[in-house]
């Protein structure tokens, strides 16, 4: 029986647009189902205005702190609506780039509606039956909500409240330190709340290399930002007004409370009993090809679990694409998935850790660590503190990398692209622009050199007795 569609994607975020208009391109027939807007979380509630207020943030820290090069301000007053407005801006400005006019002129019927699965085959919204050969879930996560006794009682904040805020919280506690909790945390510090951060585990960052998170828990502290580790918030009370959370021994009292301890994927209203797709507790099951248990299901981005960051919803797309629309053949390989954490300062990643290296290859892993206090671009913008750290094989083979530092989301790619390219650790000592931080990248690379050379006897006795017997010559 013919169906409707080449391919009904439903949810118009970072995955499911992508998806969208290159089917479209393709002369697919396309239906998008969105429930609220396009651009999903990343335009709305992520990426977009939390890069934007960590920017206005950064500027605050940097006029406070501009004495150290000679220039003396009264402190900054700083307006916090104003802001805000900044970070709407942005949003604005992006959004055409995700309009439903946009996607309809690529050819792509936009559907606003929150439908469910009925069948294997067919999906109902706003009282309509559609069929597709192929079907794409991204409808992307949600702030988790811990189960905590108390928090709904007093109230909190989320990522889809935070950025609409009109005032800046006196004092903020938040509960989690992964990227959430320590990129707005720093951010909204720096603007004037004073913030505590809740830290189930002994250090922030915990999915980072321990040494790097550490550089930024270090300036963190520096920074005035109140850190409790090995901590879980356990119950929160209201008390004359205020917030009162109990965590282990500690008691913290604040004006508002940010949830950012993990994602919950956005599965609960598509039925997807019916359509024969099964759930896990990260998000949906996917095989390597990002097919569901329904092999003409696929799914793609947050909604899956796995990495969530805006490019891997992007590149898993990209697979799904290929595999929806033609044949299932194309499979996702998570070897070389950069990522960064925009706090001050950056630390940005790719590949393994030296744990993992070390469990992987024993002996064969050598650390080549750069300090940034080494490269004199870092020297003369008085941003000296953390490292570059490659972390490679005997044969030069890259198994990792992570930045901490300035611009490290940016540095990182240079070692991305060596690493995707399966070119060894030596790439990465070409000729580099002096004085640039990118420094940091050919300083470390040219250390396997060096340390193989300090290691080897016999090179070391081989060019001494080189260069005895060309003196003898003279
Ligand atoms: C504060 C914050 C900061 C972040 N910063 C970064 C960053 O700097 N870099 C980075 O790479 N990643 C970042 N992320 C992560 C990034 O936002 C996500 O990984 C990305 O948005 C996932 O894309 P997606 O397509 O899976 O989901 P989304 O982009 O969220 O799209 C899902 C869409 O599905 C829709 N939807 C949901 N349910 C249904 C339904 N039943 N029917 C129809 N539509 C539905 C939603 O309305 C939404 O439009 C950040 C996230 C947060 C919360
Ligand atoms: N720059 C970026 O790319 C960026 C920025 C923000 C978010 N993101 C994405 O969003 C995802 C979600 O971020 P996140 O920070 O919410 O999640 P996360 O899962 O990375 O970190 C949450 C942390 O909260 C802790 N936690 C859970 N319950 C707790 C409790 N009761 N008390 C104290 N701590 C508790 C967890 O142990 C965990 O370490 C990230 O994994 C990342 O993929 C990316």
């Given at each position: 029986m013919a169906v409707d569609y080449d391919i009904i994607v439903i949810g118009g975020g970072s995955g499911g647009l992508v998806v969208a208009s290159a089917a479209a391109q393709l002369k697919a027939k396309v239906a998008l189902v969105e429930r609220?807007?396009?651009?999903g979380d990343c335009l709305w509630f992520g990426c977009v205005p939390s890069k934007s207020l960590i920017h206005a943030s950064r500027r605050a820290y940097q006029v406070k702190n501009a004495a150290k090069f000679g220039i003396h301000t009264t402190s900054p007053t700083i307006n916090f609506a104003e802001a805000i407005a900044h970070v709407q801006q942005v949003i604005k400005n992006i959004e055409p780039h995700d309009s439903p006019q946009r996607f309809q002129g690529l050819g792509v019927e936009v559907i606003f509606g929150d439908g469910q699965f009925i069948d294997a085959k067919t999906f109902a919204v706003n009282g309509k039956k559609l069929t597709a050969r192929a079907f794409v879930i991204a409808t992307g996560s949600r702030a988790a909500i811990p189960n905590i006794p108390g928090l709904t009682e007093a109230g909190f904040l989320t990522n889809e409240q935070v950025f609409s805020l009109e005032k800046c919280p006196k004092s903020l506690a938040i509960i989690g330190a992964g990227p959430i909790g320590c990129e707005l945390g720093q951010a909204v510090s720096r603007l004037g709340s004073e913030v505590t951060i809740i830290s189930s585990?002994?250090?922030?960052?915990?999915?980072?290399e321990p040494e790097a998170a550490r550089v930024v828990e270090q300036q963190f502290q520096a920074e005035g930002i109140r850190i409790l580790p090995k901590s879980r918030a356990e119950t929160v009370e209201i008390a004359q007004g205020k917030k009162l959370i109990k965590a282990g021994n500690n008691t913290v009292i604040v004006d508002e409370i940010l949830l950012a301890s993990g994602r919950s994927p956005?599965?609960?209203?598509?039925?997807l009993e019916a359509a024969g797709v099964a759930v896990e507790p990260g998000g949906i099951k996917v095989n390597e090809k990002l097919?569901?248990?329904?092999?003409?299901i696929y799914a793609c981005g947050?909604?899956?679990?796995?990495?969530?960051f805006t490019h891997v919803a992007g590149y898993e797309a990209v697979v799904v694409l290929t595999n929806a629309l033609f044949f299932p053949v194309s499979k996702v390989n998570y070897r070389v998935i950069p990522w960064a954490t925009f706090t001050d300062p950056e630390l940005a990643r790719v590949g393994l850790t030296e744990a993992q290296a070390k469990a992987a290859y024993g002996d064969d892993v050598y650390i080549l660590r750069q300090q940034f206090s080494d490269v004199d671009r870092a020297q003369a913008e008085g941003e000296t503190g953390g490292f570059g750290k490659i972390i490679v094989r005997?044969?030069?083979?890259?198994?990792g990398a992570h930045i901490v530092g300035p611009v490290a989301g940016e540095l990182i790619h240079e070692v991305v692209l060596a690493m995707a390219n399966n070119l060894?650790?030596?790439?990465?000592?070409g000729i580099h622009v002096y004085?640039?931080?990118?420094?940091v990248n050919s300083k470390a690379a040219l250390l396997l050199k060096k340390r193989k050379f300090a290691e080897s006897k016999w090179q070391q006795s081989l060019l001494n007795r080189f260069f005895d017997w060309r003196r003898s010559l003279h």
């Open positions: 609220d807007r396009l651009g585990r002994d250090h922030i960052l915990p999915k980072e956005n599965v609960e209203s598509l039925n097919q569901t248990t329904n092999s003409r947050d909604v899956i679990g796995g990495y969530q005997g044969n030069g083979d890259i198994l060894k650790v030596s790439a990465l000592t004085p640039t931080l990118s420094e």
